[in-house]
């Protein structure tokens, strides 16, 4: 940061004697510029300084010490909302008015004192406007300043001091209930790609999972370009993709989502609608909530809203290094509202941050989480590192994961049931050939049938290839299907049932007399010599015409 001397060049003379009169100094200089140096040294004298410091009221000195915690520098709209405006005056109106004789807040006390300077500086995320406690001023009065007050009960972390934690720990109250993190994403990964590849709908395999959740997989696996730009499975990733054991696929998810330039979890926040060509940058936000959370302690359960209500109070600008908050476009998609301004904080940024706590940190395995009562995962109201996240957040493949060595369980009935530890790409190209029943006990349900079987077909899947997979995977394999399932292939449908309305005369010659009038049109297979099939919702009209013929129509039982 710049020196004092820096800083004080900025002013006019008259503001160097407003200065000097707070700091108690003889200004006894022809100008500005003879001024600045004189001044400077009085202030960097410790006793001097440790006194003004001292004299500060307990508000500005709160804000003082806060400013020096914080690195000595902050975003200047960080700055004045958490501490107050510093009035924009012109020297004419300054002179009139005498702001330092009455200041408005404690950030305009520290600006007449020279504690606190202002300027556009290169960082890390482009040019920025500052609040900064001139950088040898700082090492001076650093000693002098109030200790800050606990955040909240000692945790017993030596790693992380009372200052840097964010929030407090969770009551009894607020984790009663416990939601852990699991691997679950990478089975639900591989029923959204069958689904896909084959138009039919997932939901019967993932009862439990929000449209939320289905989204953002479908994001993730977009992102690792696993699907295409179309939404449907890229062949070669997609195999890749299933083959890979469940450790190396989490890992693969997790590194996916923490690195992705493109990735964009402000744009999937529930009840949230971005419009507009305005562009956020979702890595660096994603970094910044990672560093945030790497402060809470391991094993020790966190207050969600209470991190969420630090992070506002000491980095509200995570997401918006530049205090921006009217260009984003950002609608609320309940109430129809466009939540511009900093007013609007905790629907868009706090929404964020707890969409990342419940919703990708939870589901990619990092973050256990734990409500007061069986509520949605979005209602939680803490969290906790889980088991896996040592391994996930080094980079590392988790060693607790079970190798999918099961095998597939074939009925006679053609019912085929998988459990989680069949090898996805085993369950992914079965599931292709089957109909889908809803999953019970965390096994998926499908059955063979003919309507299955001809989709595949239709799709390019070969019975053989079904024929091969059956009898490498499943424990056994029941002869009748595998009969049936070989003569499938080589002559198709050999028996169906079908529901239809027949009709019944009293002799050949009723029947042979209909088949000529025109009750004809409505006629289909014959059945024998006194029954055929009628076209379904002719009843009342072949009825009419048998009047006509002179013969009444009697009712039979249903389908018959």
């Given at each position: 940061?710049?020196?004092?001397?820096?800083?004080?060049?900025?002013?006019?003379?008259?503001?160097?004697?407003?200065?000097?009169?707070?700091?108690?100094?003889?200004?006894?200089?022809?100008?500005?510029?003879?001024?600045?140096?004189?001044?400077?040294?009085?202030?960097?004298?410790?006793?001097?300084?440790?006194?003004?410091?001292?004299?500060?009221?307990?508000?500005?000195?709160?804000?003082?010490?806060?400013?020096?915690?914080?690195?000595?520098?902050?975003?200047?709209?960080?700055?004045?909302?958490?501490?107050?405006?510093?009035?924009?005056?012109?020297?004419?109106?300054?002179?009139?008015?005498?702001?330092?004789?009455?200041?408005?807040?404690?950030?305009?006390?520290?600006?007449?004192?020279?504690?606190?300077?202002?300027?556009?500086?290169?960082?890390?995320?482009?040019?920025?406007?500052?609040?900064?406690?001139?950088?040898?001023?700082?090492?001076?009065?650093?000693?002098?300043?109030?200790?800050?007050?606990?955040?909240?009960?000692?945790?017993?972390?030596?790693?992380?001091?009372?200052?840097?934690?964010?929030?407090?720990?969770?009551?009894?109250?607020?984790?009663?209930?416990?939601?852990?993190?699991?691997?679950?994403?990478?089975?639900?990964?591989?029923?959204?790609?069958?689904?896909?590849?084959?138009?039919?709908?997932?939901?019967?395999?993932?009862?439990?999972?929000?449209?939320?959740?289905?989204?953002?997989?479908?994001?993730?696996?977009?992102?690792?370009?696993?699907?295409?730009?179309?939404?449907?499975?890229n062949p070669e990733q997609t195999r890749a993709f299933l083959s890979a054991s469940r450790g190396e696929t989490l890992l693969q998810l997790w590194q996916a989502w923490r690195t992705s330039p493109t990735h964009n979890d402000l744009r999937l926040v529930p009840g949230l609608q971005a419009e507009g060509a305005w562009e956020n940058d979702?890595?660096?936000?994603?970094?910044?909530?990672?560093?945030?959370?790497?402060?809470?302690?391991?094993?020790?359960?966190?207050?969600?809203?209470?991190?969420?209500?630090?992070?506002?109070?000491?980095?509200?600008?995570?997401?918006?290094?530049?205090?921006?908050?009217?260009?984003?476009?950002?609608?609320?998609?309940?109430?129809?509202?466009?939540?511009?301004?900093?007013?609007?904080?905790?629907?868009?940024?706090?929404?964020?941050?707890?969409?990342?706590?419940?919703?990708?940190?939870?589901?990619?395995?990092?973050?256990?989480?734990?409500?007061?009562?069986?509520?949605?995962?979005?209602?939680?109201?803490?969290?906790?590192?889980?088991?896996?996240?040592?391994?996930?957040?080094?980079?590392?493949?988790?060693?607790?994961l079970q190798p999918e060595t099961d095998s597939i369980h074939l009925r006679s009935k053609g019912e085929i049931d998988i459990s989680a530890l069949v090898p996805r790409t085993v369950r992914y190209q079965i599931s292709r050939f089957c109909a889908w029943h809803p999953l019970k006990r965390e096994r998926y349900y499908y059955s063979l049938?003919?309507?299955?079987?001809?989709?595949?077909?239709?799709?390019?899947?070969?019975?053989?290839?079904?024929?091969?997979?059956?009898?490498?995977?499943?424990?056994?394999?029941?002869?009748?299907?595998?009969?049936?399932?070989?003569?499938?292939?080589?002559?198709?449908?050999?028996?169906?049932?079908?529901?239809?309305?027949?009709?019944?005369?009293?002799?050949?010659?009723?029947?042979?007399?209909?088949?000529?009038?025109?009750?004809?049109?409505?006629?289909?297979?014959?059945?024998?010599?006194?029954?055929?099939?009628?076209?379904?919702?002719?009843?009342?009209?072949?009825?009419?015409?048998?009047?006509?013929?002179?013969?009444?129509?009697?009712?039979?039982?249903?389908?018959?």
């Open positions: 940061m710049p020196d004092l001397q820096h800083s004080l060049r900025e002013f006019d003379y008259r503001h160097l004697q407003i200065v000097a009169d707070l700091w108690g100094i003889p200004l006894d200089a022809p100008d500005a510029r003879r001024a600045v140096p004189l001044l400077a040294g009085e202030i960097k004298n410790p006793a001097l300084a440790g006194e003004v410091v001292e004299a500060l009221p307990e508000r500005a000195a709160a804000a003082l010490a806060w400013l020096a915690r914080a690195g000595g520098r902050v975003t200047w709209s960080l700055f004045v909302r958490r501490w107050g405006e510093v009035r924009e005056m012109g020297p004419g109106r300054r002179d009139r008015e005498h702001p330092h004789r009455d200041p408005v807040s404690p950030a305009e006390v520290l600006w007449y004192r020279a504690f606190l300077s202002r300027g556009f500086f290169d960082t890390e995320t482009g040019p920025q406007e500052l609040a900064y406690i001139p950088g040898d001023l700082l090492e001076i009065i650093s000693e002098f300043l109030p200790t800050p007050s606990p955040v909240g009960a000692p945790l017993g972390e030596e790693s992380l001091s009372l200052d840097a934690l964010l929030g407090r720990q969770a009551t009894p109250e607020e984790r009663k209930h416990i939601i852990l993190a699991t691997d679950r994403i990478i089975d639900h990964t591989c029923t959204i790609l069958a689904g896909l590849r084959m138009g039919i709908n997932p939901r019967p395999h993932l009862p439990q999972v929000t449209e939320e959740a289905v989204t953002f997989f479908r994001a993730i696996l977009a992102t690792m370009e696993v699907l295409d730009p179309g939404g449907k499975p979702p890595l660096r936000v994603r970094k910044e909530i990672l560093d945030f959370l790497s402060r809470v302690p391991r094993d020790t359960w966190w207050s969600i809203s209470a991190t969420i209500a630090c992070i506002k109070e000491k980095y509200p600008d995570f997401q918006r290094p530049s205090g921006d908050y009217d260009s984003w476009f950002l609608k609320d998609t309940r109430t129809g509202e466009y939540l511009r301004g900093f007013e609007h904080w905790d629907q868009v940024e706090g929404a964020l941050l707890r969409y990342t706590i419940t919703g990708p940190l939870h589901w990619l395995g990092i973050l256990d989480l734990a409500a007061p009562d069986d509520a949605p995962q979005g209602q939680a109201t803490a969290f906790r590192f889980s088991a896996l996240s040592k391994s996930l957040l080094a980079g590392e493949l988790p060693e607790t049938t003919p309507a299955s079987l001809e989709q595949a077909e239709e799709h390019g899947l070969r019975t053989a290839h079904l024929l091969t997979l059956l009898q490498s995977h499943a424990g056994v394999v029941p002869p009748n299907v595998l009969e049936a399932l070989r003569r499938w292939e080589q002559q198709g449908v050999e028996a169906s049932l079908e529901k239809e309305t027949v009709l019944r005369v009293s002799s050949p010659a009723m029947l042979e007399a209909l088949q000529k009038s025109r009750a004809s049109r409505f006629l289909r297979e014959q059945l024998g010599p006194t029954a055929v099939v009628i076209k379904e919702g002719t009843e009342e009209k072949l009825a009419d015409i048998l009047i006509e013929m002179g013969f009444l129509v009697g009712g039979g039982e249903s389908g018959d």
